[in-house]
């Protein structure tokens, strides 16, 4: 797995699908995509590779980079909460939250005086009580609608953000909406990257992570796991590596995840890294 190893061609050969995550391993800080990689990318659609995106982004966020790759195959977002493609006329899942636990979570934020917001495939509700929210939440290209009332929209909510300053407040509110409080719900607690002494907790129902969403799109497309490549960076990218899909970690990769790669790139999401395997791929396509 060490960044100098030698990438196995006959293995490349099978791959017919690409799934790759998109901040920190396909786009850069910016959010842009390297010119050789996308390149690449549409070199190896042609090549009758398939190309999905596998990311924490809403739908909405995934559909211009989808559009500007070339891709129709459907995208993983929200962590497999929701796979469709970027017409929107295919949807293979959609894991929507109970209404009991949407409304159980509004209650606690407004009794504990937590933000919170309700992500759809489209976009982040929030209400004026929580106009926070569009100013600490990590969300990458995420569209923000401030709404009155969280009323009309819990009934097609993928995942409930909670974001706060109290640790210990939001440790609590993370019991709370676990087993034996909660039922049939996936919960994820963690520190901003961005923002200084800002915590996240993010609800989705149970089931909803990127294995499963690439379980899910293979069976839709009726291929096998060994016929998929994977490419990360982050924790959020493990489940996706504990499969038997061709695992790519990037330079800038968490080392869990680099240990758990068949590959390690030499290069970061900075500098175009991805480049490297999706050359490799393409060419032993041209080889056929």
Known sequence: MNPGKRINSEQLKRIKLAVIDVDGTLVNDD?????RSLSLLKGLLENDVKISLASGRLHSALVEIANIIGTTTPLISLDGALIKNSKGDVIVHKSTLRNGIVKKSIELAEKYFVNIALCHSEAIYYTENNSLIPMILDKFGALYREVDSYNFYMKDALEIVFAGDNKRTMEYLRDRLSFPFAFGTSVSFFRSHSHDNIYYLEIKKSGSTKAKGLIRLLKHLKLNTSDAMVIGDWYNDIPMFETKAFKVAMANAVPELKRMADYVLSK??????????LEALLNSKRKN
């Open 268 to 277: 970061s999401n900075n500098e175009d890294g991805i480049s490297e395997i």
């Open 31 to 35: 959010g842009i995509i390297g010119d």
